[in-house]
């Protein structure tokens, strides 16, 4: 096999290998950062592999048994590596080059890859060399996403290269070890010339997106005021989804510490007095590790979230909150990226109440093997747009709106869904409800209307190739109780506490800053935020004493901060309940 003329353009696998170097190959110097796992940890320790290498490039390596990507690594003989993400930014050198051996303990990589390449970047290193996984014992259907996910990648990013491992070994069986994954001391010599080979044929490296990033400052904090409820308010929903704001059309991302005040009432068919707002926030490439705090223009800032992105990701969420002075509401991050804001409706004094269901109800799951209301219902096409008839469901039958939980199953790579009122003819609005990455579960909420283009007809359009998952959590109904919106404020934070152990309800005392419980109320709208859970899995709240529901509001991934926007009814005393199917800290905030 010969290797590819070019790594930029495809991945490749190395030659046969020679007995001896070839003597007319001159030595180029590339520095060179190597990150590996146990699986690249033979080099480190093979004075022969080393010496292969350092004839032909200068490199530092670094490799470690039982490291991850980015996530928490997993514990070898008592003892917890650093992360990949972790060992780049400790690093002190300057590099050209970055090759990355690790991902074989991690379940998805999707994410990690945009994180460390935009950790790269900020190192001013040239170019990114990714070394893909021999699709080989228990875990091969996870090692084979991976590649995929990988392969998604390399078109995403000019300045990735992929190394056709996988290829490679399964041409020369006798490189794996008895587990098909670790190396034996030929697989050990020819990792060697083949990352030398890799690095030989790195060109000049590829022009770079506008590194927006850099034009990032911190900008002061704002000042507020006790904000002045409006009073109970009704629902009313857009006939579309509209954008209101698109920081990349500006010249700079918002700032470290910025906050962006975004005029809605009276604007883009929001009326005058519209006293609240449901939008879906985007923070889009963010510049480093960030949240987002969304609150009523004019008021204290408050100690809440409603996005949380690592550094490179593009992460969306939904939220209900009020409007302040001059009929803005205002965004604040905590670290730089550029911001999307898309309205879906607003709350004026009239209009419709919101009722919460007693449990979500799953309208659609596309997945094999499930039927839900569509039973010739099956994976979507990228591009594609699902027709949910809502309208035959009992419950949604007169509502003008719907509170939704959607999520993307297995994505096959990386890409969006946008949630929007029928006909589905009709033309697609601009924006965007949930961000997907290749092989990652993710859920975000939608409000959508109800009554445009036929009887409870919504769409649903994707992308990326993706099965789905539709569950309503609330429909609005004439009668029903109006929306009480408040400050955001955070009621549970169990970092200040007690983390939720897998298998656990945590119940909820709904007093926040000196409010009685909303004893009065039917329901809650807030956010619901999962921090640093230990294994992937998913959240679900519900009124307490009710069973715990066969839906989720929240689907995690190790070591994450993962946020959804939730609506839901009260239960004992006031109460809520939140069960996790993993170990992790949760947040709670309301706004309604």
């Given at each position: 096999?010969?290797?590819a003329?070019?790594?930029?353009?495809?991945?490749f696998?190395?030659?046969?290998?020679?007995?001896?170097?070839?003597?007319?190959v001159?030595?180029?110097?590339?520095?060179?950062l190597?990150?590996?796992?146990?699986?690249?940890?033979?080099?480190?320790?093979?004075?022969?592999?080393?010496?292969?290498?350092?004839?032909?490039?200068?490199?530092a390596?670094?490799?470690?048994?039982c490291r991850?990507?980015i996530?928490?690594?997993?514990?070898?003989?008592?003892?917890?590596?650093?992360?990949?993400?972790?060992t780049?930014?400790?690093?002190?050198?300057?590099?050209?080059?970055?090759?990355?051996?690790?991902?074989?303990?991690?379940?998805?990589?999707?994410?990690?890859?945009?994180?460390?390449l935009?950790?790269?970047?900020?190192?001013?290193?040239?170019?990114?060399?990714?070394?893909?996984?021999?699709?080989?014992?228990s875990?091969?259907a996870i090692?084979?996403?991976?590649?995929?996910?990988?392969?998604?990648?390399?078109?995403?990013?000019?300045d990735?290269s992929?190394i056709?491992?996988?290829?490679?070994?399964?041409e020369?069986?006798?490189?794996?070890?008895?587990?098909?994954?670790?190396?034996?001391?030929?697989?050990?010599?020819?990792?060697?010339?083949?990352?030398?080979?890799?690095?030989?044929?790195?060109?000049?490296?590829?022009?770079?997106?506008?590194?927006?990033?850099?034009?990032?400052?911190?900008?002061?904090?704002v000042?507020?005021?006790?904000w002045?409820?409006?009073?109970?308010?009704?629902l009313?929903?857009?006939?579309?989804p509209?954008?209101?704001?698109?920081?990349?059309?500006?010249?700079?991302?918002?700032?470290?510490?910025?906050?962006?005040t975004?005029?809605?009432?009276g604007?883009?068919?929001?009326?005058?007095?519209?006293?609240?707002?449901?939008?879906?926030i985007?923070?889009?490439?963010a510049?480093?590790?960030t949240?987002?705090?969304?609150?009523?223009?004019?008021?204290?800032?408050?100690?809440?979230?409603v996005?949380?992105?690592?550094?490179?990701?593009?992460?969306?969420?939904?939220v209900?909150v009020?409007?302040?002075?001059?009929?803005?509401?205002?965004?604040?991050?905590?670290g730089?990226?550029?911001?999307?804001?898309?309205?879906?409706?607003y709350?004026?004094?009239?209009?419709?109440g919101?009722?919460?269901?007693?449990s979500?109800v799953?309208?659609?799951?596309?997945?094999p093997?499930t039927?839900?209301?569509?039973?010739?219902?099956?994976?979507?096409?990228?591009?594609?747009?699902?027709?949910?008839?809502?309208?035959?469901?009992?419950?949604?039958v007169?509502?003008?709106?719907?509170?939704?939980?959607?999520?993307?199953?297995?994505?096959?790579?990386?890409?969006?869904?946008?949630?929007?009122?029928?006909?589905?003819s009709?033309?697609?609005?601009?924006?965007?409800?949930l961000?997907?990455?290749?092989g990652r579960?993710?859920?975000?909420?939608?409000?959508?209307?109800?009554?445009?283009?036929?009887?409870?007809?919504?769409?649903?359009?994707?992308?990326?190739?993706?099965?789905?998952?539709?569950?309503?959590?609330?429909?609005?109904?004439?009668?029903?109780?109006?929306?009480?919106?408040r400050?955001?404020?955070?009621?549970?934070?169990?970092?200040?506490?007690?983390?939720?152990?897998?298998?656990?309800?945590?119940?909820?005392?709904?007093?926040?800053g000196?409010?009685?419980?909303?004893?009065?109320?039917?329901?809650?709208?807030?956010?619901?935020?999962?921090?640093?859970?230990?294994?992937?899995?998913?959240?679900?709240?519900?009124p307490?004493?009710?069973?715990?529901?066969?839906?989720?509001?929240?689907?995690?991934?190790?070591?994450?901060?993962?946020?959804?926007?939730?609506?839901t009814?009260l239960?004992?005393?006031?109460?809520?309940?939140?069960?996790?199917?993993?170990?992790?800290?949760?947040?709670?905030?309301?706004?309604?």
């Amino acid at each position: 096999m010969s290797p590819a003329t070019s790594v930029q353009a495809a991945p490749f696998a190395p030659a046969n290998l020679p007995t001896a170097l070839p003597a007319a190959v001159p030595p180029v110097v590339t520095d060179t950062l190597i990150i590996g796992d146990s699986v690249l940890a033979a080099i480190e320790t093979s004075s022969t592999a080393r010496a292969t290498l350092a004839a032909r490039h200068s490199f530092a390596i670094d490799a470690k048994v039982c490291r991850r990507l980015i996530a928490r690594s997993c514990a070898y003989q008592g003892v917890t590596p650093p992360t990949a993400l972790d060992t780049l930014q400790a690093d002190p050198g300057a590099y050209g080059t970055l090759i990355i051996g690790v991902g074989y303990n991690d379940v998805a990589i999707g994410g990690a890859i945009d994180t460390l390449l935009a950790e790269a970047r900020s190192r001013g290193i040239e170019h990114v060399v990714w070394i893909n996984y021999h699709e080989a014992g228990s875990y091969s259907a996870i090692y084979a996403q991976h590649n995929a996910t990988l392969n998604a990648k390399r078109v995403e990013y000019p300045d990735l290269s992929v190394i056709d491992w996988d290829a490679a070994v399964s041409e020369h069986r006798d490189w794996a070890a008895a587990d098909g994954l670790h190396l034996t001391p030929a697989g050990t010599q020819a990792m060697a010339v083949t990352i030398a080979d890799a690095l030989d044929k790195l060109g000049p490296p590829p022009p770079r997106p506008v590194n927006r990033c850099a034009s990032a400052r911190v900008s002061p904090g704002v000042s507020g005021a006790p904000w002045e409820n409006p009073g109970p308010a009704g629902l009313y929903p857009l006939t579309a989804p509209v954008r209101f704001v698109d920081t990349r059309q500006l010249s700079t991302p918002v700032d470290n510490h910025g906050t962006v005040t975004v005029p809605i009432a009276g604007r883009r068919g929001v009326p005058t007095d519209a006293v609240g707002v449901a939008a879906t926030i985007t923070a889009v490439d963010a510049c480093v590790t960030t949240y987002l705090t969304a609150y009523p223009c004019g008021s204290t800032r408050p100690d809440t979230s409603v996005v949380n992105a690592a550094a490179g990701s593009t992460v969306a969420n939904s939220v209900v909150v009020g409007l302040g002075s001059g009929g803005a509401l205002c965004v604040y991050a905590d670290g730089a990226t550029d911001l999307i804001v898309d309205v879906s409706g607003y709350l004026a004094p009239a209009g419709e109440g919101l009722t919460p269901l007693p449990s979500p109800v799953r309208l659609i799951d596309t997945r094999p093997g499930t039927t839900h209301l569509l039973p010739d219902a099956r994976r979507l096409a990228a591009g594609e747009t699902l027709t949910v008839p809502a309208g035959r469901f009992e419950p949604v039958v007169g509502s003008g709106l719907l509170a939704l939980n959607i999520t993307a199953v297995q994505p096959a790579g990386s890409g969006y869904l946008t949630v929007f009122p029928g006909p589905c003819s009709s033309p697609r609005p601009e924006a965007s409800n949930l961000n997907m990455t290749a092989g990652r579960d993710v859920a975000a909420a939608a409000i959508v209307a109800n009554r445009i283009g036929g009887p409870g007809d919504f769409c649903v359009f994707s992308s990326a190739a993706t099965d789905l998952i539709v569950d309503i959590e609330a429909v609005s109904l004439p009668g029903a109780a109006r929306v009480g919106l408040r400050e955001p404020a955070r009621v549970l934070d169990t970092r200040r506490s007690v983390i939720v152990s897998a298998g656990q309800e945590r119940r909820v005392d709904l007093i926040a800053g000196g409010d009685p419980k909303p004893t009065d109320g039917v329901g809650i709208v807030g956010n619901l935020t999962a921090v640093d859970p230990t294994s992937d899995g998913y959240l679900s709240i519900y009124p307490c004493g009710a069973t715990v529901p066969e839906v989720s509001n929240l689907n995690v991934r190790q070591g994450d901060a993962v946020a959804n926007l939730i609506v839901t009814g009260l239960g004992t005393n006031g109460e809520v309940c939140i069960f996790s199917s993993v170990t992790t800290h949760v947040l709670l905030d309301i706004s309604a």
